[in-house]
């Protein structure tokens, strides 16, 4: 296992921005689930990103693919990245606190790890994926608690769809790498979220009917953090740390969007998560860790 280069000072700072803008999306949700149906507001997220996106492509001189089969897999891209998951955790988040629904979220990492160890080649299954995959569910079980063994409740669901969430999130990044791999990384971030856009029109007209913009000046500062920060300035960040600090790196992330998130929660909404969540972090933070496998790899040399 190779070990990860060092974060500088540069690629530090843009990770911190990256977490603090993806935490925030917890945040902006909470606030625009006050008068927005779920599937609405992932309408929102990506309509609105997707012509700043486009903006962004065609100053960085990105041509346009022109091949049917790569927007296709941009179709694909925007239902595993964005239409899926987006819905799923801004239902979940409609049940249970913003907090709580980024610490269970946590789990894309070590999801992510044995997703791609089971269907790529050159990501191999290995036993510090498996064990961190187990601590995630460890800490997953210590969250939900044993009531979700003996009854069953919204709160309950709720929980399990952010964490189908985080699994879309997981074979999202399997299908990136094995069919757009060969894209610019800024055009692949623009043709998913087009994608996405294209997917949750036609859905959210059918379930949810036309939107309504009639909403509180707080609900559309939401909808444009959710949109203009969480989804256009994190991609530029996303890559940024990408190229300056490599993957390895950048999934450091996933630990640090929690603190954001409960902090923004417990100062703003008035949240405060139970013993249990915090538990259940550390151990998912442990089983993070275990699957990234650079704390092993430093006490062994």
């Given at each position: 296992m190779t070990t990860p280069t060092k974060l500088d000072l540069t690629s530090s700072l843009l990770l911190l921005a990256l977490a603090s803008v993806w935490g925030g999306s917890f945040f902006f949700a909470e606030i625009a689930l006050t008068e927005v149906p779920p599937l609405t507001i992932t309408l929102h997220r990506v309509f609105w990103a997707a012509p700043l996106l486009l903006i962004v492509v065609r100053i960085a001189g990105i041509p346009l693919p022109r091949d049917p089969r790569i927007w296709g897999a941009y179709l694909v891209m925007g239902a595993l990245n964005n239409a899926i998951p987006f819905s799923l955790i801004f239902w979940g988040q409609s049940q249970i606190d913003s907090g709580l629904a980024s610490i269970l979220n946590g789990t894309t990492a070590m999801f992510g790890a044995v997703v791609a160890g089971l269907l790529l080649k050159d990501e191999p299954l290995t036993p510090n994926k498996l064990a961190g995959a187990g601590l995630g569910l460890i800490g997953v079980g210590l969250i939900m608690g044993p009531d979700a063994l003996l009854g069953f409740n919204l709160a309950n669901l709720a929980q399990l769809a952010i964490l189908a969430g985080s699994l879309s999130y997981a074979v999202a990044s399997v299908w990136g790498k094995a069919t757009l791999a060969a894209q610019p990384p800024l055009m692949n971030?623009?043709?998913?979220?087009?994608g996405s856009t294209v997917l949750m029109i036609p859905i959210v007209f059918i379930v949810d009917g036309p939107?309504?913009?009639?909403?509180s000046p707080s609900v559309w500062s939401a909808l444009l953090g959710l949109s203009c920060l969480s989804t256009v300035l994190a991609y530029g960040l996303y890559f940024a740390i990408l190229k300056r600090a490599g993957a390895a790196n950048l999934m450091l992330v996933t630990l640090l969007i929690p603190?954001?998130?409960?902090?923004?929660?417990?100062?703003?909404?008035?949240?405060?998560?139970?013993?249990?969540?915090?538990?259940?972090?550390?151990?998912?933070?442990?089983?993070?860790?275990?699957?990234?496998?650079?704390?092993?790899?430093?006490?062994?040399?």
């Open positions: 971030a623009c043709g998913m979220v087009i939107p309504s913009f009639a909403l603190p954001f998130a409960i902090a923004l929660g417990a100062a703003f909404l008035g949240e405060r998560l139970p013993s249990s969540a915090w538990i259940g972090f550390a151990v998912i933070a442990v089983g993070f860790a275990v699957t990234d496998g650079r704390l092993l790899t430093s006490r062994t040399r």
